[in-house]
Nanobody, 118 residues
């Protein structure tokens, strides 16, 4: 069982930046899938970014070039650096992980709200 706690969300103006953090316990070492997803009311959760290894990452087309996913095994933390934020990035952001290489990770955090004002 992996427990996840997201932080770093908040209110930011369009064009600004935020960095989301996802602290995992007991450890992210050995996790082959770490990812960020987002959800707006009335919609399903959608992939933002997913990492399986340093050179295997996937990004939603809408965030390519603006968002970067990374992980720090020593800190048991997954990050999402979000630059040049747009109002359409407003959503609840969720961290999700799995021991397996998968597009459907099993373990989810509680979410953190990101609101981008125009």
């Amino acid at each position: 069982q992996v427990q996840l706690v997201e932080s770093g969300g908040g209110l930011v103006q369009a064009g600004g930046s935020l960095r989301l953090s996802c602290a995992a316990s007991p450890s992210i070492v050995g996790l082959n899938t770490v990812g960020w997803y987002r959800q707006v009311p009335g919609n399903q959760r959608a992939l933002v970014a997913r990492m399986h290894s340093v050179d295997t990452t996937f990004y939603a087309d809408s965030v390519k070039g603006r968002f970067t996913i990374s992980r720090d095994n020593a800190k048991n933390t997954v990050y999402l650096q979000m630059n040049n934020l747009k109002p359409e990035d407003t959503a609840v952001y969720y961290c999700a992980v799995d021991l397996k290489w998968t597009s459907s990770p099993r373990y989810w955090g509680q979410g953190t709200q990101v609101t981008v004002s125009s």
